[in-house]
C-alpha cells in the first residue's frame, strides 16, 4: 500500500507565509503525477496545483503567483511553498498523487490533509 502524509499546515495571520509537504512511503514503484487539493469550510474540494512527473506545472487561477509547487523524486516529496495567504486561502489541503505499486498496479492515492487557517 501507499501512505500520504501531509505536514506544515498551521494558524498564519493575512501575509504571510506557510510551506506544506507531502512524504509518500510504501509499495512504491513510480510516482506519476502529484497534487494538491483544499477544500474549506462548506465548500467542495478544489485543485490548487499539480506537477507532472517531468515537472510540468499547473495552477488555480486563484493561486498563481502565489503558490509554488515543487517535488523531490529522490525522496518522494511534494512540496507547496504558499505566499501572500489570504482569509479564502483557509482550508484543508490535501496531497493528491497517482502512483504505480511495487507490484505494476496504478492508483490514486489521498493524504488526510492538513489544516491552514489564515486569520489575524
Known amino acids: 500500500q501507499v501512505l500520504l502524509v501531509e505536514s506544515g499546515g498551521g494558524l498564519v495571520q493575512p501575509g504571510g507565509s506557510l510551506r506544506l509537504s507531502c512524504a509518500a512511503s510504501?509499495?512504491?514503484?513510480?510516482?506519476?503525477?502529484m497534487g494538491w487539493y483544499r477544500q474549506a469550510p462548506g465548500k467542495e474540494r478544489e485543485l490548487v496545483a499539480t506537477?507532472?512527473?517531468?515537472?510540468?506545472?499547473n495552477y488555480a487561477d486563484s493561486v498563481k503567483g502565489r503558490f509554488t509547487i515543487s517535488r523531490d523524486n529522490a525522496k518522494n516529496t511534494v512540496t507547496l511553498q504558499i505566499n501572500s495567504l489570504k482569509p479564502e486561502d483557509t482550508a484543508v489541503y490535501y496531497c493528491n498523487e497517482e502512483v504505480m505499486t511495487s507490484d505494476y498496479v496504478n492508483g490514486d492515492y489521498w493524504g488526510k490533509g492538513t489544516l491552514v487557517i489564515v486569520s489575524s
Open positions: 506537477i507532472s512527473s517531468g515537472g510540468s506545472t
Open positions: 510504501g509499495s512504491i514503484f513510480r510516482i506519476y503525477a
